[in-house]
């Protein structure tokens, strides 16, 4: 296309002093002067504006933009203008301490970027101080302008620390997202150690089995130590972790421990932390004797060996529990420590009296 506008001719007049011209109209000139040049350089801004040049039609068709801003919004040669990034406008756990071992807090996120319907996104945990594992919650595509509430991975168990959440999001374009300081996309949790559950409250101790009734006394047998003797701690005593079952005779080391009366040994046996070297007589009245601190290895009978009564057994020592030299006697009238119900000891001090006599 070519311009077919004509630029019009211009005629210029000029004004030629005459040598004979007088002083008056000398004087004239500088106002002719001033009209002829205020005429010319009007014509002359006219037609430049007629002359302007018009811009050029580019080779492919469009047109090349001018040198600087035209309409939309955008330079010629210049980078495009940078548009939004995702945002996580909101995101948080909830509450953000729990105890190990129970429910995971809840998580909601929404993220926003201006006309962009989606992106993908993924939140991962951290733990802090080196304690824990790495939780990684890969959500993929979702709405941006929704609350979402992304669900743990099956199995999830944290361990007792500090965590950091952060969220992970890019756009179609590629865009990241965009940490602000009123949505940095980060979150914290704690997980707090199970407390130790109070130590059960320990069941009252049974009560003690009631002590059998002790039998009458008969005046038949012999004293089981044969020698001088006293009485130390009674039947029924308090030991503080269990009652004396028997009566201490006292008496001088290496003294004689007898049958009162005749039987069969059922037990010779020693208890270093207990009743240390003891025997156990049944006797032909169907009580079972038990005499125990003798001292190591004096025991003169075997299990199952018949004595008579009088026979000696074994002597007077101080081993096991036993602080002096002295004979623990007991008297089991249905049966030592058989296991039932009526296997009881009976205070043994009506019966040592009696043989005594």
């Known amino acids: 296309m070519t311009c077919r506008f004509r630029a019009p001719k211009l005629r210029i007049r000029a004004e030629v002093p005459r040598p004979e011209a007088t002083a008056a109209e000398r004087g004239d000139m500088p106002r002719i002067r001033q009209r002829t040049l205020g005429g010319l350089a009007a014509t002359w801004v006219a037609g430049g504006a007629l002359l302007t040049p018009v811009a050029p039609a580019s080779a492919g068709g469009a047109a090349v933009p001018p040198p600087s801003g035209g309409v939309g919004g955008i330079e010629y040669g210049s980078a495009l203008a940078p548009r939004g990034r995702p945002v996580a406008s909101r995101f948080r756990v909830a509450p953000a301490r729990v105890v190990a071992g129970s429910a995971l807090p809840r998580i909601l996120l929404r993220l926003d970027e201006a006309g962009v319907p989606q992106v993908r996104a993924r939140i991962v945990l951290w733990p802090l101080g080196g304690r824990g594992r790495v939780v990684k919650l ?79 006394a008969g005046a038949a047998g012999t004293f089981p130590v044969a020698g001088p003797h006293t009485y130390g701690d009674g039947f029924g005593v308090d030991r503080g972790d269990h009652r004396h079952q028997g009566v201490d005779v006292l008496a001088a080391e290496g003294l004689a421990v007898v049958a009162p009366t005749a039987g069969v040994v059922r037990f010779t046996e020693f208890q270093a932390d207990g009743a240390g070297e003891y025997v156990v007589l049944r006797s032909v009245t169907g009580s ?60 043994p001090l009506p019966q040592l009296l009696a043989w005594e006599r």
Request: charged content about 20%.
């Open 288 to 347: 079972d004797y038990f005499f125990a601190h003798c001292i190591r290895s004096s025991t003169v009978v075997a299990e199952s060996q018949a004595v008579r009564e009088g026979q000696p057994l074994c002597a007077v020592g101080s081993t096991g529990r036993s602080s002096a030299p002295h004979l623990h006697f007991e008297l089991w009238p249905r049966g030592w420590r058989t296991g039932a119900g009526n296997s009881v000891p009976v205070d």
């Open 138 to 216: 890969d959500l993929g595509r979702v709405r941006t302008g929704m609350l979402l509430r992304p669900a743990w991975p099956k199995g999830t168990t944290l361990a007792p620390g500090r965590y950091v959440l952060r969220v992970h999001a890019s756009d179609p374009a590629g865009r990241k997202l965009l940490r602000k300081a009123r949505a940095p996309g980060r979150s914290r949790l704690t997980v707090a150690a199970r407390p130790t559950p109070p130590p059960a409250t320990p069941a009252p101790a049974p009560a003690p089995a009631p002590l059998a009734p002790a039998i009458l």
